[in-house]
């Protein structure tokens, strides 16, 4: 499966008179020191932790409804994590997207918007949600690209108001989704699978589309490969890196429908600390933090491990104190593995 990355033409090289040939490495070396071999690791990981689960928890544990239900519970952070994606491969990072999601659940179950929904559509909650989460992407975009405020900074100042604004706006209190064309769409099943995990199919399905097969894709990567050489390459940055967070607020307004189905409420305590396991994933996945690799397939791998590690635990009735150390030790060992394959990569 393939993966966007940044990549610079090498230099051609004359081999010396009398010299023997220039030792290649192996096709399988190549293949599992690419996309194809990290992908692997986590499919094996993956694999490792549902055979750790068949063992201690049994057939409770592999069952069809468990499957589905870790699937279903990896949904929300995973759509939150794709659009994560985007954004890291262009060197950047988004704090914000958990407050961002709680913001547009407020929004679009407060009672004028259900209620206009009702003499309407549902589909105005969802549109709401999605504007909300856009609108946010713009504004962390403009103060990004155009202010020349640190990433960082800039969406942390979001996650912070994002989650102030939405405690103003529903009195901290938890509103009730009553909508009843909302709820039976997104709690329904199609052949027997959740809806939640159709939208992370088709949004990561997309999104994997968007990344490796499209101009979009490649301007992402070049951004974060080399800013400056985007710029000379007639590439409009800052125009792209708006795109690229208003794309982010648009999958926190995704996971922002999908929590509101889940749980039937609106409150400005969803999304916390949804960032931190967006990141995680994501890094996880094998998208680099400084930028100019990204996977969506990778991601999502990552997005299934942590779901899958916290359901083992869950069953063998383990504390999440336990959950967060192990947790802590897969994103470490991540970075210690994507800095020796950047290392590698530079020494090549």
């Known amino acids: 499966m393939s993966e966007q990355r940044s990549t610079v033409a090498p230099a051609t090289e004359s081999s010396p008179r009398g010299g023997g040939a220039a030792s290649t490495p192996s096709p399988l070396k190549r293949l599992m020191a690419g996309s194809a071999g990290r992908n692997l690791g986590l499919v094996i990981a993956l694999a490792l932790l549902v055979i750790v689960g068949g063992a201690t928890a049994g057939e409770r544990f592999l069952s069809i409804d468990n499957m589905l239900t870790i699937i279903r519970f990896a949904s929300i952070i995973g759509v939150i994590s794709i659009g994560m994606t985007f954004v890291i491969t262009a060197g950047g990072i988004d704090l914000s997207v958990g407050s961002v999601m709680g913001l547009a659940t407020v929004v679009a179950s407060l009672t004028a918007v259900q209620l206009a929904a009702t003499q309407t559509s549902w589909v105005l909650m969802v549109l709401i949600a999605l504007l909300v989460g856009m ?185 999440t104190s336990v959950q967060n150390v192990a947790k802590g030790v897969i994103i470490v060992v991540a970075v210690l593995l994507q800095q020796r394959f950047a290392s590698r990569g530079k020494s090549s």
């Open 135 to 319: 609108a946010a992407g713009l504004v962390n975009g403009i103060v990004i690209a155009y202010g020349n405020v640190v990433a960082f900074m800039a969406t942390l100042a979001m996650l912070v108001g994002a989650r102030g604004l939405a405690e103003l706006i529903s009195n901290r209190s938890t509103q009730i989704v009553n909508n009843t064309g909302f709820l039976s769409f997104t709690r329904a099943d199609f052949i027997g699978v959740p809806v939640l995990i159709w939208i992370f199919v088709l949004v990561a399905a997309a999104a994997w589309f968007l990344l490796n097969r499209t101009t979009f894709g490649r301007r992402t990567v070049a951004i974060g490969g080399n800013r400056e050489a985007a710029k000379l390459a007639g590439l409009n940055v800052k125009r792209h890196i708006v795109y690229l967070y208003v794309l982010s607020g648009l999958t926190a307004g995704i996971a922002a429908i999908m929590m509101l189905g889940r749980t039937t409420a609106g409150t400005s305590t969803h999304g916390t600390l949804y960032e931190l396991d967006a990141i995680a994933a994501v890094v996880v996945g094998g998208t680099l933090l400084i930028g100019g690799r990204g996977t969506i397939v990778g991601t999502v791998l990552g997005v299934l491990i942590f779901s899958t590690l916290t359901n083992v635990f869950t069953q063998n009735n383990l504390s």
